[in-house]
């Protein structure tokens, strides 16, 4: 529960105590003329200012008549308070929001290579929460502006979303489509990510995309529509069943590794033209001295894997290393491989 509405709670209860002291006065100073009903309905009716007249032989009973006096005032403090407070709640929740969406759109706007995520659902949830993990830089996008205030309040306030829909060409731009780097589509209806596919690789033809399929004959299309790759919950919900009965400690092993409270992931690094790295062999390199990494296979610039590459073996430009370690790691050995020659 948020400050300003326990604040309107508060006031609402002054208000309740103030009407329910009135009417117990108006009852305990008419020396038991007036019943418990109608002094309620008397002490809510001059709390409320919406008219006025006195109870019969109210002028018969002094204290009763000066009580009353005191309610009137006690009363409109009651009712301004109230009405100041559900105003100002009001108002800041609209200021609010404003204000933040508009730090918000700052900050997308000054995105560069991040990732645009269309949908934040079931499927949605978990890729926000790995890419949060990873700490690449994302924008959200869906129709479910609550379930996107929700997703933000658990990250902090920090998760980054356009409230629209994904397949629509505005909406993408919001997003920052022009600058990202990629794209993941995530929404729960093939069709939905078809659009999605489709409308961002239209935009911005150099993206990577990476759809979701929920139905596996769907793949075809979707990477026809323009998706380097489809990922197909059912089909890895399958071999993830075999994999818990067949290989538990591996699946528990990977499991364990990719949690979000984790740090070890693992990660792809680029050798990139230029580098002191280009030509030299992996022996000759201090990734395991420096960063403690453990280089599990290779991609070359022609797409071979190299699997448990030899220590002899030479780096090319374009190589990709494929490593496991914690992510500190990973960026200090970025850091390493884009070090210029000299």
């Not at 918000?104 to 560069?112: A, D, H, T």
């Not at 600058?179 to 993206?207: E, M, Q």
């Not at 030509?279 to 190299?306: C, F, K, M, Q, W």
């Not at 090319?316 to 850091?335: C, F, H, N, P, Y």
């Amino acid at each position: 529960m948020n400050l300003s509405f326990r604040r309107v709670l508060r006031a609402l209860l002054v208000l309740f105590l103030v009407i329910h002291l009135g009417a117990f006065g108006i009852w305990l100073f008419g020396g038991g003329e007036y019943g418990l009903l109608e002094s309620i309905y008397f002490a809510i009716y001059t709390v409320a200012t919406v008219g006025y007249a006195e109870l019969p032989h109210l002028d018969q009973h002094g204290f009763a008549r000066m009580f009353n006096g005191a309610l009137i005032i006690a009363g409109i403090g009651a009712i301004a308070y109230f009405q100041s407070t559900l105003t100002a709640m009001l108002v800041e929740g609209v200021i609010g929001r404003v204000w933040r969406r508009g730090r918000m759109k700052n900050k997308i706007e000054g995105l560069r290579e991040h990732y645009v995520v269309a949908g934040c659902g079931r499927t949605g949830k978990y890729v926000v929460e790995e890419l949060t993990a990873v700490g690449r830089g994302f924008v959200v996008v869906d129709k479910d502006e609550a379930l996107l205030e929700r997703m933000s309040a658990e990250l902090g306030g920090k998760l980054l979303f356009i409230v629209g829909d994904a397949t629509e060409d505005h909406t993408l731009q919001e997003a920052g489509i022009s600058r990202a780097s990629g794209v993941i589509a995530a929404l729960s209806d093939d069709r939905d990510n078809l659009f999605v596919t489709l409308t961002a690789r239209t935009l911005n033809p150099d993206l990577r995309i990476v759809s979701k399929a929920v139905e596996i004959e769907n793949e075809g299309k979707l990477l026809r529509a323009g998706a380097d790759t489809t990922v197909s919950p059912n089909r890895i919900g399958g071999h993830r069943l075999v994999s818990e009965l067949v290989r538990p400690r591996v699946t528990a092993f990977l499991d364990q590794m990719l949690r979000v409270t984790e740090n070890l992931r693992f990660e792809e690094v680029t050798v990139p033209e230029g580098s002191p790295w280009v030509g030299r062999s992996l022996r000759s390199v201090p990734i395991r001295d420096r960063t403690n990494l453990l280089v599990v296979a290779l991609h070359e610039p022609d797409g071979s894997y190299v699997y448990n590459p030899s220590p002899d073996r030479p780096l090319a430009a374009g190589t990709q290393l494929i490593v496991m370690g914690e992510l500190d790691s990973v960026q200090k050995l970025r850091a390493m491989v884009d070090a210029p020659r000299g």
